[in-house]
């Protein structure tokens, strides 16, 4: 026993001890309770969650059945088409031609859109005047 303890014996020694009356007890069953009642919503949520996970598995298995070749199909389709693409050797003037191709075609527009602008501040400005 420390000194502090002893001192507080000393301190307190005509203060009376309180009655227990079965309150730790008590207090101990409930606690017990309250714990078995946690672990009970553990074991049932788990059991709830493989049932739902049971579920989904079960519902995938029959769609799988139902479109699993044809997806299959498809994606060797892709794979094939992807590694063809891969393994021939891009050519540089067919990408130069496009690009110019493409930038052709994007300035011609801009142009078109340019010019209605500008005729439309034209016809604007003359009948503003």
């Given at each position: ?10 301190s ?84 130069a ?33």
């Amino acid at each position: 026993m420390t000194d502090f303890d002893a001192l507080l014996k000393r301190s307190f020694a005509e203060a009376p001890e309180p009655a227990d009356d079965g309150f730790t007890v008590q207090v101990n069953r409930r606690v017990v309770q309250r714990e078995a009642q946690a672990k009970l919503r553990q074991n049932v949520w788990a059991v709830g969650m493989a049932a739902a996970g049971a579920a989904i598995a079960y519902g995938l298995y029959a769609l799988m059945q139902v479109f699993g070749q044809e997806i299959l199909a498809t994606a060797g389709l892709e794979v094939a088409q992807a590694y063809g693409a891969l393994s021939s050797a891009p050519s540089v003037s067919g990408q130069a031609q496009s690009l110019v191709q493409s930038l052709g075609a994007g300035i011609t527009q801009i142009l078109l859109i340019t010019a209605a602008l500008a005729g439309g501040a034209v016809a604007y400005r003359a009948t503003q005047d």
